[in-house]
């Protein structure tokens, strides 16, 4: 009796941990950030060259502050978002019906945002990790994205 209640004691406990980690831990894991080395005009056009020398399509920079600020919202520093899209990697997911639900994170996007103190910052999704966690065609096809945005931001953070 004490060895079965300790059992079940033990692996609920273990259970709860593992998802309080995970619940901690995750959000980190799935977006990258990274210092820019240059000014924030400068990094949203070095990445948007780097892309475009890559073969990638930019079909939309979104100026987030001038968005905000129409709204009456002021106080939130220099933003800008950056789609991205490989029309090859778009094609080969697109082309299965049983991938498109990837949709929703299509396509690519980086953030440029100054922080309070000056810092230029890039974030986006982790496309390494979330290449994993698809597998088959998606997980291919992630892992080239995660690769090529990788170079594209070397030209760029510190």
Same mark, same amino acid.
């Given at each position: 009796?004490?060895?079965?209640?300790?059992?079940?004691?033990?692996?609920?406990?273990?259970?709860?941990?593992?998802?309080?980690?995970?619940?901690?831990?995750?959000? /980190?894991?799935?977006?990258?950030?990274?210092?820019?080395?240059?000014? &924030?005009?400068?990094?949203?056009?070095?990445?948007?060259?780097?892309?475009?020398?890559?073969?990638?399509?930019?079909?939309?920079?979104?100026?987030?502050?001038?968005?905000?600020?129409?709204?009456?919202?002021?106080?939130?520093?220099?933003?800008?978002?950056?789609?991205?899209?490989?029309?090859?990697?778009?094609? $080969?997911?697109?082309?299965?019906?049983?991938?498109?639900?990837?949709?929703?994170?299509?396509?690519?996007?980086?953030?440029?945002?100054?922080?309070?103190?000056?810092?230029?910052?890039?974030?986006?999704?982790?496309?390494?990790?979330?290449? /994993?966690? &698809?597998?088959? $065609?998606?997980?291919?096809?992630?892992?080239?994205?995660?690769?090529?945005?990788?170079?594209?931001?070397?030209?760029?953070?510190?």
């Amino acid at each position: 009796m004490k060895t079965s209640t300790a059992l079940i004691t033990g692996t609920l406990l273990g259970a709860v941990l593992t998802g309080v980690a995970t619940w901690v831990v995750m959000p /980190k894991l799935m977006i990258n950030t990274h210092e820019s080395r240059l000014g &924030f005009e400068e990094t949203v056009a070095a990445l948007q060259t780097a892309a475009t020398g890559k073969k990638w399509l930019v079909p939309k920079i979104y100026d987030m502050q001038a968005s905000l600020h129409k709204e009456g919202y002021t106080d939130m520093g220099k933003i800008s978002i950056l789609s991205l899209c490989q029309p090859e990697y778009a094609y $080969n997911i697109l082309k299965n019906d049983s991938d498109k639900f990837v949709t929703a994170v299509m396509p690519c996007r980086m953030g440029v945002y100054e922080t309070k103190e000056g810092k230029i910052m890039i974030s986006g999704m982790n496309m390494g990790l979330m290449s /994993k966690m &698809f597998g088959g $065609n998606i997980a291919t096809v992630m892992g080239g994205v995660a690769d090529e945005e990788a170079e594209m931001l070397a030209q760029v953070i510190k």
